[in-house]
Nanobody
């Protein structure tokens, strides 16, 4: 099970932090990723992190603005978002996978476990 929280409304240039707590099978995985989906658009990879080693990867649109981190003792992954833009507005989902393939980070269909989604709205 994955439980995401931390969404809300923030002004342009502001910051927001999302967290996702993993339990059960969803926690016994290789990697957690954050994805987002805006109305009328496909689900987009935002960032990911491996439980072991903490290797990270970011989508091009968020590099330098978002930071992903994990707390293995609590099975929690945090996405710190800064310098937010209106185009960051979306529903954000956390997901986990056991797939270690380095080419699989960005494909949502390769993540079997999903959280419920949390809305992030950036207002101008």
């Amino acid at each position: 099970q994955l439980q995401a929280c931390g969404g809300g409304v923030v002004q342009v240039g502001g910051s927001l932090r999302l967290s996702c707590a993993a339990s059960g099978r969803a926690a016994s995985t290789y990697r957690m990723g954050w994805f987002r989906q805006a109305p009328g658009k496909e689900r987009e990879f935002v960032a990911g992190i491996t439980w072991r080693g903490g290797s990270t990867r970011y989508g091009d649109s968020v590099k330098g603005r978002f930071t992903i981190s994990r707390d293995n003792t609590k099975s929690i992954v945090t996405l710190q978002m800064a310098s937010l833009k209106p185009e960051d507005t979306a529903v954000y989902y956390c997901a986990t996978t056991t797939n270690p393939d380095s080419n699989s980070w960005i494909y949502p269909n390769l993540y079997p476990y999903w959280g419920q989604g949390t809305q992030v709205t950036v207002s101008s």
